[in-house]
């Protein structure tokens, strides 16, 4: 079972920055796609950002333009770079790793991290 742990999370102000990092156990890393999720108080878990094996990435409308997803193979670590954050990005982010792309969907795998919270104060 893949072990995630993420972690940059924090407080910033609108307009801020950060990068999150999602560290993976396991083998296999460079073959599989992931992809980055959030969840807001009362709200589902919706994806973010994704990035294939290959290296295409697909980001959710409400943070193209804004948010890079990346990977590190050889560290095992996929990142998620936030830019000009809004107050609506404040939410726990996760990161999943091993899931299928299906008709251009990220379908997120079983295990998931602890979360890190990002809070953006307006």
């Known amino acids: 079972q893949v072990q995630l742990v993420e972690s940059g999370g924090g407080s910033v102000q609108a307009g801020g920055s950060l990068k999150l990092s999602c560290a993976a156990s396991?083998?296999?890393?460079?073959?599989?796609?992931m992809g980055w999720f959030r969840q807001a108080p009362g709200n589902q878990r919706e994806s973010v950002a994704s990035?294939?094996?290959?290296?295409?990435?697909k980001y959710a409308e409400s943070v193209k333009g804004r948010f890079t997803i990346s990977r590190d193979n050889a560290k095992n670590t996929v990142y998620l770079q936030m830019n000009s954050l809004k107050p609506e990005d404040t939410a726990v982010y996760y990161c999943?790793?091993?899931?299928?792309?299906?008709?251009?969907?990220?379908?997120?795998?079983?295990?998931w991290g602890q979360g890190t919270q990002v809070t953006v104060s307006s």
């Open positions: 999943n790793v091993g899931g299928v792309f299906n008709s251009g969907r990220y379908l997120p795998a079983l295990s």
């Open positions: 396991g083998n296999g890393f460079s073959r599989k796609a």
């Open positions: 990035i294939s094996s290959g290296g295409t990435s």
